[in-house]
């Protein structure tokens, strides 16, 4: 999905991407919600609306009104929230792969980011070491015997050279790691984990699961703010704005209601 879009400036591609997501799940939205029930809903809490306005001077049927309104506002909740949990599933793995994209950006030679390696607490981490490549620069190690945490600070020397460092903790598999630089691909992975409920929001090329003495490894890549003339906005909040817009929009067309 995101491919086509790759070559574009990132606020031109994450605004095309994020306007399809919000179709997309206008589109879902529809298909797992009560459609005859939100829109009768909606047309009670109008009716209510218009009765407490109209019947204002009389404080008796105007309180009654506005107590109809509240029941049929919380009606409307119940409506929604079963549509938003199941489509929260798909939410979250599109989310999780849009971070690789727009979330941080790759190192420019001469930058430099930390990289931190999570052990298990049976493994002392003096036994934790790194490899550059010949594109990279390490900093001598620091343990946190308290954490089982190994930090280093990886510089890049480089960008056309190697880049890719190697973890050996105590076991026969050591662990690549190619680091995105300015000249590679826009995926950018700053987080392992063997745990399936993180691998969800930051999914990896490479699994710690042939390992058993490591936990997780994270890199600190710069953060990629979207700039525009006088703005720079999160990712995320350009996401919410322009998929909520294209959604409302399309909500028209594909006579869906919200």
């Not at 600070?153 to 190697?162: A, F, G, H, N």
């Not at 969800?200 to 600190?220: C, E, F, H, T």
């Not at 906005?233 to 869906?256: D, E, T, Y």
Request: proline share 7%; aromatic share 8%; with cysteine.
């Amino acid at each position: 999905m995101i491919a086509p879009v790759q070559s574009l400036p990132g606020w031109i591609g994450l605004t095309l991407v994020s306007a399809i997501c919000g179709v997309v799940l206008l589109f879902l939205w529809g298909k797992v919600s009560s459609q005859s029930g939100i829109k009768q809903v909606k047309r009670d809490i109008a009716a209510s609306m218009y009765e407490a306005v109209l019947f204002r001077r009389d404080i008796l049927v105007s309180l009654k009104a506005q107590g109809r309104l509240f029941g049929y506002a919380a009606k409307y909740f119940g409506y929604a929230v079963p549509p938003l949990i199941i489509l929260a599933i798909p939410c979250v793995l599109m989310l999780s792969q849009l971070n690789l994209h727009y979330g941080v950006r790759p190192l420019k030679t001469g930058e430099s980011a930390v990289l931190t390696v999570d052990v298990e607490k049976l493994l002392d981490p003096k036994g934790v070491k790194a490899e550059p490549g010949a594109g990279l620069e390490l900093s001598p190690p620091v343990r946190s015997p308290n954490l089982n945490e190994v930090s280093w600070r990886v510089r890049v020397l480089d960008e056309t050279k190697p880049v890719t460092l190697r973890i050996l903790a105590a076991s026969a598999n050591p662990i690549d790691l190619d680091l995105a630089v300015h000249n590679a691909a826009q995926k950018v992975y700053a987080h392992y984990s063997k745990s399936w409920l993180e691998s969800l929001m930051y999914p990896a090329a490479q699994g710690l699961r042939a390992d058993p003495n490591l936990k997780g490894i994270s890199i600190d890549y710069p953060a990629s703010d979207l700039r525009l003339p006088g703005v720079h906005l999160h990712w995320l909040v350009v996401f919410f704005l322009v998929s909520l817009a294209s959604g409302l929009i399309a909500s028209r067309w594909l006579k869906v209601q919200i």
